[in-house]
């Protein structure tokens, strides 16, 4: 072994990562606002960096299979009727089936506009609604 290494036992590690626990831990209390990186970004150039460093190194088999959950869960099998309702009427408004108007069945007003199924069992029939009047449907207040 080279001189000047110095090789931690794994009882040596064991009282290291013991003695850094909750309240010794420096960062221990320290979310939101309190984190140091609070609010900060990286640049661009220092993700470019930190991109190209991991380059080449495998990724842990727990992480891949994260990732390939989640990306699943994209694409699952709808599980129950409103899934399967909300999937058809975005893939006809993709599609151009059934085009978003610009203002609200109800109140005629103008910005985001929602489709509100009144009966899943039909996804292309949708009253097109602005939040305010799609919030006073579901409450019953219409």
Same mark, same amino acid.
């Given at each position: 072994?080279?001189?000047?290494?110095?090789?931690?036992?794994?009882?040596?590690?064991?009282?290291?990562?013991?003695?850094?626990?909750?309240?010794?831990?420096?960062?221990?209390?320290?979310?939101?606002?309190?984190?140091?990186?609070?609010?900060?970004?990286?640049?661009?150039?220092?993700?470019?960096?930190?991109?190209?460093?991991?380059?080449?190194?495998?990724?842990?088999?727990?992480?891949?299979?994260?990732?390939?959950?989640?990306?699943?869960?994209?694409?699952?099998?709808?599980? $129950?009727?409103?899934?399967?309702?909300?999937?058809?009427?975005?893939?006809?408004?993709?599609?151009?089936?059934?085009?978003?108007?610009?203002?609200?069945?109800?109140?005629?007003?103008?910005?985001?506009?929602?489709?509100?199924?009144?009966?899943?069992?039909?996804?292309?029939?949708?009253?097109?609604?602005? $939040?305010?009047?799609?919030?006073?449907?579901?409450?019953?207040?219409?």
């Amino acid at each position: 072994m080279p001189s000047g290494v110095y090789v931690r036992t794994e009882e040596h590690k064991r009282h290291i990562s013991e003695s850094l626990k909750g309240e010794n831990n420096g960062m221990y209390g320290k979310s939101g606002e309190k984190h140091p990186m609070y609010g900060k970004h990286w640049s661009e150039e220092h993700n470019r960096k930190i991109s190209e460093s991991k380059k080449g190194i495998p990724m842990p088999e727990e992480s891949i299979q994260k990732m390939r959950d989640s990306w699943l869960d994209c694409y699952r099998a709808p599980t $129950d009727i409103k899934d399967r309702c909300h999937r058809v009427y975005v893939n006809a408004l993709k599609d151009g089936i059934i085009t978003r108007p610009s203002i609200c069945e109800l109140c005629h007003s103008c910005g985001r506009i929602i489709g509100h199924h009144e009966d899943y069992n039909k996804p292309i029939d949708v009253l097109w609604l602005c $939040d305010s009047c799609h919030k006073k449907v579901h409450h019953g207040s219409f």
